[in-house]
């Protein structure tokens, strides 16, 4: 059964300060997926990487992506307080459909 | 913007009763999907579209239903609605891998 898990699950940082969310998977993916959702919206999508070593990178917000360790980190440079939201990470389901595995989602709160 | 749209976008039901949620896009996407979240659980597939009238179930599909017989309609229905079911339900479509959300349907089952 493919898992998705990110820590930390809450995270409270004070504006200015760095920090890395993380996203591990338990089945082998070669692409995924980050969604930014503020409380009582829709997701929006951040970040696709689609293969070992992608980087991408959107103002204060960069991701990476391992496969060979199924890892995934959401890195927050310098953060604002407009970066308060929760944060999914997903990935494709194993099976070669069109099916995405989320994470449960990383709380963060940004305090001025 | 994907033009999905959502209806209704909030509904309060008793259990027993039927649901019936529905998921329009304005463009001929192929592949559709039916979420639920739920605290502590982040997002759940319930079914998936992959055409017309083709679809496949997802991780959480027990209780629920769904329908395409139009490319641009999905529907999800709930046969009897339960408690369980009280969560806010998300469509989406999928293009060149990338994955964009309706804007939700908040569902309280009574």
């Known amino acids: 059964e493919l898992k998705v898990e990110q820590n930390p699950l809450f995270l409270s940082m004070q504006e200015g300060k760095n920090y890395t969310i993380y996203c591990n998977y338990s089945t082998t993916s070669d692409r995924l997926y980050w969604y930014r959702q503020d409380p009582g919206k829709s997701l929006e999508s951040l970040f696709v990487l689609l293969s070992n070593g992608a980087v991408k990178q959107e103002g204060r917000l960069m991701a990476s992506l391992d496969t060979k360790a199924r890892l995934s980190t959401l890195h927050i440079t310098a953060a604002v307080h407009d970066l308060s939201a929760t944060y999914f990470c997903a990935v494709d389901a194993p099976s070669g459909t069109y099916k995405y595995i989320f994470g449960t989602g990383t709380r963060l709160k940004v305090l001025a | 913007d994907a033009g999905i749209t959502q209806s209704p976008r909030h509904k309060v039901t008793e259990t027993g009763t039927p649901v019936t949620l529905r998921c329009h896009q304005t463009?001929?996407?192929?592949?559709m999907y039916w979420y639920r979240q739920d605290p502590g659980h982040g997002l759940r597939l319930i079914h998936y579209?992959?055409?017309?009238?083709?679809?496949d179930k997802g991780e959480v599909s027990d209780g629920y239903s769904v329908s395409r017989s139009k490319t641009e309609d999905f529907l999800l229905t709930l046969e009897s609605a339960t408690s369980s079911q009280t969560s806010v339900y998300f469509c989406a479509i999928s293009i060149a891998y990338e994955q964009y959300f309706g804007p939700g349907t908040r569902l309280t089952v009574t």
């Open positions: 463009e001929n996407h192929r592949y």
């Open positions: 579209s992959y055409g017309v009238k083709d679809t």
